[in-house]
């Protein structure tokens, strides 16, 4: 079974803070994706990466970075926290793009 | 038009009915379809795949109409574990394309 491993569940953290969200893959997926979710907006991608060292912008990236160093894992990086990116982040890995993605537990992420 | 639209519902059915709903995608190039379930809190998990000739597991059934650009999801003899968000995900196909989810459509199954 594959498994898609966030670092935090829950995370407070405060307005303006660096804030870094770690995703590990088990199964030597090529592709790795950054969403939030919030109530009524559904699933909206923040960046993702078909390779190592690559990255490209998804629907929402303002305000977020990322970095993939190694293929196993994708970090996602607010620069600089705010409050309107209180949400569920998850994380997805897939072997082919048109395939199925696998999602990690989540991180429900509070900025106070 | 969105590109992948659902009833957000919520849809209340009695325990042991049949329950189905549709999704609706706007690019008939669209190759690659999939239903999904997330329970309340949690990570979405892949339900089934939707194949062209239509597929069956257990209590589920998953149909495409391509000529009307829908994907269906029928739920027979629904249990009180059924209740959760279906979401309705899409994929071009070509190799650059992102997979589009559908937010979702709420089922509440009633005791």
């Given amino acids: ?112 | 038009r969105k590109e992948v639209e659902q009833d957000p519902g919520p849809f209340n059915v009695p325990e042991g009915a049949t329950v189905a709903f549709n999704c609706t995608y706007s690019n008939s190039a669209s190759q690659s379809f999939f239903w999904y379930r997330q329970d309340c809190r949690k990570e979405p998990k892949l339900l089934m795949s939707v194949y062209s000739s239509g597929n069956e597991d257990g209590r589920f059934t998953a149909q495409l109409n391509r000529a009307s650009q829908y994907i269906s999801l029928l739920i027979r003899d629904s249990k009180l574990s059924d209740s959760a968000t279906y979401l309705c995900v899409v994929h071009k196909g070509s190799r650059d394309d992102k997979i589009i989810f559908g937010k979702g459509t709420r089922l509440h199954i009633l005791p």
């Fill in chain 1, 1 to 112: 079974d594959v498994k898609v491993t966030q670092s935090s569940r829950y995370l407070v953290k405060r307005t303006g803070e660096k804030v870094f969200l770690e995703c590990v893959q088990d199964m030597d997926h090529e592709n790795m994706f950054w969403y939030r979710q919030d109530p009524g907006l559904g699933l909206r991608l923040i960046y993702f990466s078909y390779d190592v060292k690559m990255k490209e912008k998804g629907d929402i990236p303002e305000g977020y970075s990322v970095s993939r160093e190694k293929k196993e894992r994708f970090s996602l990086i607010l620069e600089s926290a705010s409050t309107n990116q209180t949400s569920m982040y998850l994380c997805a890995s897939s072997d082919i793009r048109n395939q199925p993605q696998h999602f990690g537990d989540g991180t429900r992420l509070s900025i106070l």
